[in-house]
């Protein structure tokens, strides 16, 4: 293999090369993209724990040109910082996400089938996948319907902002649109009686001013809006499409362990990134500083060394739930059972309310994207 960086839109089956790289190359030195690919489980760990392999940056003297509301979003993500700003934007998202309502997930989930649902089809990736992560969130938050409406409209061009690289179309509409998305969410947000005792608690904590820490409340909510779209939808759709496909659907119970070994199996994402800031070995690799680094979880998750009869979808296997789709270590996502119970919920409502769901097609095509694998569209039948 040469170049390691592909298009899951390009690949109909990554997953047999990964398993080719794991046994061949478990780190690999990919010089037509001047990138390390770490495939291994054990290894994949060992740099998602190092603290000398850190998130890349993203936008070097803003080249991108992005507009005054989007810059400050995007500096302030959580999921793209390091150090001591990373400390304290963690911190704020965790706080936040501790904060929300318990709602109810099938009456969500009922009224996207419904609202459109024709001849009994419809394609659960735009009715469902997309929707509804982003709506239970706001939801969570106490959000008015015409603020869900705008946010789940406008969300998927501004998850384009997470993108390493953007074209100026891309950039054009993050612009266009950051400000109302952050004037929307400062407003909303600073109603809810939660919201001054965590600017005081982190101010005591960090000692920063209120003007300091509300820029990173605000964008990191977006943050969530943004992970929620995309890697929700994932696991949505792809649960699904396994679900459907070896037919583990009778109960609660088993759509739950689908949805984990969906995780370990077909995850939605597939790798990210680091940066070596020292030189440091991998096994017998020395990586040097400066070296980019991609770690490809979902090869990982193939690990004969880690899971046993990794090629076969098993939910019964007893450590399913120790894949490394959500990452490990500091960057660690703090939504996996958020997600989990999710895709639970949603998809236990599909197969309990309904005698028989059944896909229409059988070529599924992926979003032409290298970090996640997302079905562009999967229609089915409900009946
Ligand atoms: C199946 C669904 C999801 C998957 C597979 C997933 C995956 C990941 C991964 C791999 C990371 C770590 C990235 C790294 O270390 O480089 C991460 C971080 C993160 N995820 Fe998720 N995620 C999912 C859903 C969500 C949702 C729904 C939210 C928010 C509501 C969320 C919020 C975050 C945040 C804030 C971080 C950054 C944590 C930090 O900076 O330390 N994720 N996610």
């Known amino acids: 293999m ?20 794991l046994e061949k190359h478990p780190v690999y030195w990919d010089e037509t993209n ?16 190092n603290k000398n392999a850190q998130i890349p940056v993203g936008n070097p003297k803003n080249e991108q040109k992005l507009n005054e509301y989007a810059l400050k979003i995007l500096d302030n993500l959580t999921r793209l910082s390091n150090g001591i700003q990373h400390e304290i934007s963690k911190e704020i998202a965790m706080l936040m996400f501790s904060n929300m309502k318990s ?18 089809k419809i394609d659960w990736v735009n009715s469902v996948s997309k929707k509804l ?49 952050y004037s929307l969410v400062e407003k909303h947000l600073s109603s809810l009686s939660f919201y001054n005792s965590l600017l005081i608690k982190i101010s005591n904590q960090y000692n920063l001013s209120s003007k300091e820490i509300v820029p990173i409340v605000v964008s990191n909510f977006i943050g969530l809006c943004i992970q ?7 696991i949505l ?40 800031t020292e030189d440091f070995y991998i096994g017998e690799s020395l990586i040097k500083k400066g070296d980019s680094i991609l ?57 309990q309310s309904n005698k028989s769901i059944s896909l229409l097609e059988n070529q599924i095509q992926y979003e032409p994207l290298i970090n996640a694998r997302l079905p562009k569209e999967i229609w089915i039948s409900i009946q």
């Open 228 to 234: 929620s779209y995309d890697a929700g939808r994932g």
């Open 103 to 120: 709602i109810d997930i099938r009456e969500i989930t009922s009224s996207l089938i419904k609202s459109d649902l024709v001849n009994y």
């Open 133 to 181: 992560p982003i709506y239970v969130l706001l939801k969570s938050f106490g959000f008015e319907e015409n603020d869900c409406e705008f946010i789940s409209e406008k969300i998927e061009s501004l998850v384009k902002i997470m993108l390493p690289q953007k074209t100026e179309e891309q950039v054009l509409f993050i612009n266009r649109n950051s400000e109302k998305f």
């Open 2 to 21: 040469s170049s390691t960086l592909f298009l899951q839109s390009d690949i109909h089956d990554p997953y047999s090369t990964y398993k080719s790289m």
């Open 295 to 351: 770690i490809v979880l979902a090869s990982a998750n193939y690990d004969s060394e880690k899971f046993e009869d990794a090629m076969n979808f098993d939910i019964e296997r007893i450590n399913n739930n120790e894949n490394l789709t959500f990452g490990i270590g500091g960057h660690m996502c703090l939504a996996k059972y958020f997600s989990i119970h999710l895709a639970t919920e949603a998809l236990w409502f599909l197969f």
């Open 237 to 276: 759709s792809n649960s699904l499409l396994q679900i459907i496909q070896h037919e583990t659907f009778s109960n609660r119970t088993e759509i739950e362990k689908s949805v984990i070994e969906t995780l370990r199996f077909d995850p939605p994402i597939h790798n990210t990134r680091r940066i070596a």
């Open 34 to 49: 001047k990138i390390w690919t770490i495939y291994s489980y054990e290894y994949c760990v060992e740099i998602l724990k």
